[in-house]
């Protein structure tokens, strides 16, 4: 057991919590590991019904991965980031792939790795405290834990949006992407979900167990309001449906009538991040329309370690979170002028058998 993981086996119910809440449950490589080890014990236990994510303590789930300690490996040579990513999205793969239905409590922060995990469950619950965002270009990195998968499902416009900008939203949001399936209070949060959860006929033969859990949380649901999204959806198709990055800066800059403070200050967002990974996010989500779960995660783990061996990534580090500067310098000064080829290198060749994650199974889209 991971002292910064807590496992725990109540009513058939397997629940994991992370438990770094000075850190805002960030994950560890330590904590990876454990999590990944347990989760396969648990797919073989016949004692386990379900499992639960969630985090300790009232401000976060998982407010993502441990940024630094990826930092630290690439400046003392050692390229353990390496390994992180590996086994982080191993992780991942995983709890998609589960057999046993995984149930995510979206409490608080959930971003970056926490979106990794949560995004992968059977049953997403937010509360009226989330906050949901992948926030990676801003760092100068890509949305990746399965961003490539999740975030390329919704509306291309929206994807774009929310990859490209690492926009913040709530509950109603989150609901509205489909990026959560229900929402529940704060209050109580924790209690109230697993006590639903451990009220379950998991031998029922009638229903799916995605069905009984819809079912058994369904009581606890509240009204998240109206989406701030869903009135932003014929600008962001304007704006977003552009067919490149600078284009699309081009269009926000151009922007007028009743949602042009919206568009000014989405062009100054989009200004303040890499214009390297802008460019490379917004081909890897196009791209990945035709991309299954496995090969989303292959493609994520080239583009990573090429935005920290070739990218913006270890000078957005340095300045967000190391020296705290707040100015990253950035290879290039804004979208156009990033060379096309520069782009088109971090999508260069084919993993093919020696991809650290060749044995990934395909699934369909």
């Not at 386990?48 to 401000?59: P, Y």
């Not at 790795?113 to 469950?121: C, E």
């Not at 399936?181 to 451990?198: P, R």
């Amino acid at each position: 057991m991971s002292s910064l993981t807590d496992f725990a086996v109540q009513d058939g119910l397997a629940i994991i919590t992370l438990n770094r809440p000075q850190a805002l449950n960030a994950l560890s490589h330590e904590m990876i590991v454990a999590i990944a080890q347990q989760l396969a014990a648990w797919e073989r236990d016949p004692a386990v019904h379900a499992i639960v994510l969630r985090g300790a303590g009232e401000k976060a789930f998982c407010a993502g991965g441990d940024i630094r300690a990826m930092y630290d490996s690439h400046h003392d040579g050692s390229r353990g980031y390496r390994q992180f990513f590996i086994d982080e999205y191993r992780l991942d793969y995983a709890l998609w792939r589960s057999a046993k239905p995984v149930i995510a409590l979206m409490d608080g922060i959930t971003m970056g790795g926490g979106m990794g995990l949560a995004q992968a469950a059977t049953l997403r619950v937010a509360t009226t405290r989330t906050r949901m965002a992948m926030p990676e270009t801003g760092i100068g990195l890509i949305p990746d834990v399965g961003g490539t998968y999740f975030l390329s499902r919704m509306a291309e416009p929206l994807s774009l949006y929310l990859g490209l900008t690492g926009q913040i939203i709530h509950a109603a949001d989150a609901l509205y992407c489909g990026l959560a399936d229900v929402v529940i209070s704060e209050d109580e949060a924790q209690a109230a979900l697993l006590s639903a959860l451990k009220g379950i006929d998991w031998q029922d033969p009638d229903t799916t167990p995605r069905a009984r859990l819809r079912a058994a949380v369904a009581p606890l649901a509240v009204d998240a309001g109206a989406a701030p999204l869903a009135a932003l959806a014929e600008p962001l198709q304007h704006h977003f449906g552009q067919p490149d990055v600078t284009r699309i800066m081009h269009s926000l800059g151009e922007a007028s009538g009743a949602h042009a403070e919206w568009a000014a200050k989405t062009h100054a967002v989009l200004a303040h991040r890499s214009p390297l990974s802008l460019h490379v996010v917004h081909r890897q989500l196009t791209e990945a329309r035709g991309l299954d779960l496995a090969d989303c995660f292959r493609l994520e783990y080239d583009l990573v370690v090429r935005a920290i061996e070739e990218g913006d990534l270890i000078e957005g580090v340095r300045a967000l979170i190391v020296d705290k500067d707040k100015s990253p310098r950035w290879q290039h000064a804004d979208v156009t002028a990033v060379p096309p080829a520069r782009v088109a290198s971090f999508f260069a060749g084919s993993p093919g058998a020696a991809h650290p994650l060749a044995d990934l199974g395909r699934t369909p889209c």
